[in-house]
Each structure stands twice: as structure tokens, then as C-alpha cells.
């Protein structure tokens, strides 16, 4: 139970401290408002808020599905495809390489304002981490149970899916987890480039019109959606992977 209070008395244990270099520094309230002001803040624009902050949850949970499904794909792909590996990895690389900022406006330009431009821009930033993790679990199933498997005469399909794949669910539910944290950076980048809403597009308009303490309020809004998130999606996959050993997290 404590595990799940947890982020949050981190969180006020942070606000404390905001207060706090508030109070030392008396910034003025344009650069640097205190909590009491982003609760206003929280307060007066809650509707808006709110209805923003649905269009990028839906951004972010799009683009986690797609994401996850075109890195398992891509992970199948290139440990079963062994020709084709050897093509497939360097384009895989090279694609990380690309700066995010530098292919958003592409995007933009591509597939529109609406929300499709932002869900490619999550799904990009998430299908990496999930090929990459999903991709090293397959390489490391047991040796010995796929030279049984193959003295059994069973076929590749089946020895992917009775051993490596089930081997692999520890390593994949690792790279859903990172999926999941970075996974609003590119809805919000995406908003940032071009929209008509979303938090990220309030962000943009409440800077522009020195509303910092909205801009305030947007971010902790979105850092709530974050850390929920992670946590459903972490308590998902630890009861989806029973055996999926947590000896070392407990000590």
C-alpha cells in the first residue's frame, strides 16, 4: 500500500520545497509562482484543464498502444527473420538519431492538427524501447529448452511461442514501463509543434500571455497523468507476470 502513497509524498515533499525557494528568492509572481497561485490556478481553469488534458490522455494512450504493438512486431520480426536482421537493426538505430523536434513539424505537415500527428509522434518515441527490450528478452530464452525443443522436431513458430516468447514477457513488460514513462513527452512535443488542443497547446498560449501560473498548473496536471499511468501499468504487468521475480526490488 505504501508503494502507492509513495510518489505522492514525493510530490508534496517537492512542493514544500517550491514554496520554499518561492519565500527565499520573492520572485515575482510572473516567473515563478507558488503552489497557493497554480492551485488557483487548477481552481478557476478546471474545465479547460480538464477537457485538455483528456485529448492528451488519449493522445498518450493511442500512441502506447501503437507503439508497443509495432515494437513487438518489429522484435518478432528480427528474431525470427535472420536475413533480414542485418538491415533491419541499423534502420532501427538510425531512426533514434533523428532529433524529435527536428521530424515534428514533418508530421504536422504530413497527417495534420488533429490528433494523428501527436499519436505518430508517441508511437515514434515509444516503439524503440519496446523493440529493443522485447528483442534482447527473445534472444535470451534458455539455450538448453530450444535445443530440446529442436531435438523434438518442434517448429520455429512453436518453439517462439512456447519458449522465447513467455521468456521474453520479463524483458518486455521492462521496456512497456519505460514506454510508458516517455510516452507524454512526444503527445506534449507534438502539441507544442502544432495543435488546437491538448496540454501541451494550453502550455504554448498561457506562456505566450504570461499566464505562468496556468503553465504551472498544465505541467502538474500532466505529471499526475504520468505517474497514474505508470503505476496502472506497472500493477498490470506485475499481475500479468506472476513469475517475474521482484526478489531483488524487496531486500
Not at 516567473?31 to 490522455?57: D, N, Q, R
Not at 513467455?166 to 507534438?190: C, D, E, F, N, Y
Not at 507544442?192 to 496540454?199: D, E, I, T
Request: charged letters at 10%.
Amino acid at each position: 500500500m505504501m508503494r502507492l502513497w509513495r510518489p505522492f509524498v514525493v510530490l508534496a515533499g517537492l512542493v514544500l520545497l517550491w514554496q520554499l525557494i518561492v519565500w527565499v528568492t520573492d520572485a515575482p509572481r510572473y516567473i515563478l509562482p507558488g503552489p497557493p497561485a497554480v492551485l488557483k490556478a487548477l481552481a478557476v481553469h478546471a474545465t479547460s484543464l480538464a477537457g485538455h488534458a483528456g485529448v492528451t490522455l488519449a493522445e498518450i494512450l493511442l500512441g502506447w498502444l501503437f507503439g508497443s504493438l509495432l515494437g513487438c512486431a518489429a522484435a518478432i520480426t528480427l528474431i525470427s527473420a535472420r536475413g533480414l536482421r542485418p538491415w533491419l537493426l541499423p534502420l532501427l538505430v538510425a531512426s533514434q538519431a533523428i532529433p524529435v523536434f527536428a521530424i515534428a513539424p514533418l508530421l504536422v505537415l504530413w497527417l495534420g492538427y488533429g490528433m494523428a500527428s501527436k499519436v505518430a509522434m508517441a508511437t515514434m518515441i515509444i516503439f524503440f524501447p519496446v523493440t529493443a527490450a522485447f528483442y534482447d528478452g527473445l534472444r535470451r530464452a534458455e539455450p538448453g529448452w530450444l535445443d530440446l525443443a529442436s531435438s523434438m522436431n518442434a517448429s520455429r513458430w512453436r518453439r517462439l511461442r512456447y519458449i522465447q516468447i513467455p521468456a521474453a514477457l520479463p524483458s518486455l513488460a521492462s521496456g512497456l514501463r519505460v514506454a510508458t514513462a516517455v510516452a507524454p513527452i512526444g503527445a506534449i512535443v507534438g502539441e507544442w509543434v502544432g495543435s488546437s488542443a491538448g496540454l501541451g497547446y494550453l502550455m504554448l498560449h498561457a506562456n505566450a500571455r504570461l499566464q505562468i501560473d496556468l503553465v504551472f498548473a498544465a505541467l502538474f496536471l500532466l505529471a499526475i497523468l504520468a505517474i497514474s499511468l505508470y503505476y496502472t501499468v506497472d500493477s498490470l504487468l506485475r499481475a500479468a507476470i506472476p513469475w517475474q521475480s521482484d526478489a531483488v526490488e524487496r531486500r
